[in-house]
């Protein structure tokens, strides 16, 4: 309850501060808009309670990418960036005890909302950013992947004795947390490059975490690698940006 209590206070915050950075004139005001699209690679592990041991899962992400530029304040540059992306994300099991192998594929919707700063060229040249902000998703799909010898869910054979996740349904296909990273991007006449990576921390858990449930703890936290490409719609004139 505490996370979620946090996460509203975080969302409340960032709410507050949005309509200041459109409306701010202090500095120098823009009024860019772009669109494009990314795709990269998602490394995830599932935090959980009790441990499960893990290997880091990897899988694709893609999707949708939109900007918009408000304000030059001094040497900052203030956007807001949205995405809509596709995640494959899930968890590895790590079994010494015996032969099996187990994986999950959890497929997921994820729209991330970031109040983005960067340093540098905003036409030609390079940037440094870093970008923040709350992160809310959908998981659609999920399957299982079960080693063809499976010596059976016995908790004997199990680190810590834990199997209540075998064959167990997501229960909370709604997700929500804040994310975060840093990246460089390159602008010229052909648009906008960004490489970036970002860490997503959940503030919710795919299964229910009652004291009667399985589970006290059971949410993503990937860090994603993500290359972008965008191209301008809107652009603010003047020699004065550059």
């Known amino acids: 309850m505490r996370s979620k209590s946090f996460f509203f206070r975080s969302l ?33 592990k599932i935090s959980f309670q009790p441990t499960i ?30 995405e809509v992306n596709y995640a494959n994300l899930g968890w ?25 700063m960067g340093w540098g060229r905003e036409r030609r040249g390079g940037q440094f950013f870093l970008q923040a902000g709350p992160q809310f998703g959908y998981c659609f799909d999920e399957k299982e992947y079960f080693s063809e010898e499976w010596s059976g869910d016995g908790s004997w054979n199990r680190p810590n004795g834990v199997i209540q996740q075998y064959h167990k349904a997501i229960e909370n296909r709604f997700e929500y947390g804040i994310c975060g990273g840093a990246g460089v991007e390159w602008s010229g006449r052909f648009g906008h490059i960004m490489l970036d990576g970002r860490y997503f921390f959940a503030l919710s858990d795919i299964f229910k975490n009652g004291k009667k449930d399985d589970f006290g703890r059971s949410a993503n936290s990937p860090i994603q690698l993500k290359l972008t490409y965008l191209f301008d719609i809107v652009k603010t004139k003047g020699d004065h940006i550059k």
């Open 12 to 44: 409340l915050i960032f709410s507050c501060f949005l309509p200041l950075a459109a409306q701010a004139q202090v500095g120098q005001h823009r009024s860019d808009f772009a669109i494009g699209v990314n795709g990269g690679l998602s490394l995830n």
């Open 53 to 82: 041991k893990q290997n880091w899962k990897m899988g694709e992400t893609f999707g949708l990418s939109f900007r918009y530029t408000c304000e030059k304040y001094f040497a900052s540059i203030c956007a807001i960036n949205a």
């Open 92 to 116: 590895n099991e790590l079994i010494e005890t015996c032969e099996d192998t187990y994986s999950r594929d959890m497929h997921y919707i994820q729209v991330p909302i970031f109040a983005r």
